[in-house]
């Protein structure tokens, strides 16, 4: 089984939720620097109030920031752990970071057509809580407004909204479709279609990390 893993793919192709699904069937733990950063800001943390104003515009965090947040992450893992990076790296400069620190044996890309990822991301609600997500028209929690998971109540991230969600969508093609072939290149990239049903992407998430 694959051990140390990142995940690819633009926003809105379903890293959160197939790492989510890989760490509770399968014990990874999944780092998620957005998740951090929302957390911070939600803190008034000092990293927070560094990062929120990129956030909002959709632009990405400046890479010292979070090169110095996953290192400190990192070195707080036990050995041998099964890792799984959703959203970090997201350039050039912070993959050469993460290669010093750790030996990544799969990148696996999330590919989704970006008609899609549009509309998954403006109709997305998020949990603050447990990080799981939710689609308005074809995902819907059983409640409305509330999370299947653990019960907390949904939101909308200030990013999700249609003016920042173009800007990102140009961040990553910008900075971070080059780890596309940055990883081919190391010879452990593999790219899953991200477009069907849930549990049919996640049987070929699974497989590719077998
Ligand atoms: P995400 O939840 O992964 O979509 O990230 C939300 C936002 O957090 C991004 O639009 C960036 O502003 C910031 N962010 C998350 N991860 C990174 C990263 N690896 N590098 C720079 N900015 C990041």
Redesign the pocket.
Do not use: E
């Given at each position: 089984m694959k051990s140390k893993i990142v995940l690819l793919g633009p926003?809105g192709s379903g890293k959160g939720t197939q790492g989510e699904k890989l760490s509770e069937e399968m014990g990874y733990v999944r780092l998620?620097?957005?998740?951090m950063?929302r957390e911070a800001v939600r803190n008034g943390a000092e990293l927070g109030m560094k990062?929120k104003g990129?956030?909002d515009s959709?632009?990405?965090?400046p890479n010292d920031l979070?090169i110095d947040l996953m290192k400190e992450k990192i070195s707080t893992l036990e050995p041998g752990t099964g890792v799984i990076f959703d959203?970090?790296?997201?350039?050039v400069e912070?993959a050469d970071a993460l290669g010093e620190q750790i030996e990544i044996d799969l990148a696996l890309n999330l590919d989704v057509a970006d008609c899609e990822l549009v509309e998954r991301l403006t109709k997305r609600r998020s949990c603050p809580e447990c990080h799981c997500v939710f689609h308005l028209t074809h995902n819907k929690p059983r409640q409305e407004g509330v999370c299947d998971k653990c019960g907390s109540p949904l939101y909308q991230r200030d990013?999700d909204c249609d003016e920042t969600v173009c800007n990102?969508l140009e961040v990553y093609r910008k900075n971070t479709l080059p780890l596309i072939d940055y990883y081919e290149r190391k010879g452990i990239l593999v790219t899953v279609e991200g477009t069907g049903k849930m549990d049919e992407i996640f049987a070929k998430v699974k497989e590719a990390v077998r």
């Open positions: 926003p998620s620097t957005g998740d950063l990062a990129y956030m959709g632009a990405l965090v979070i959203g970090f790296p997201r350039t912070q990013d990102r």
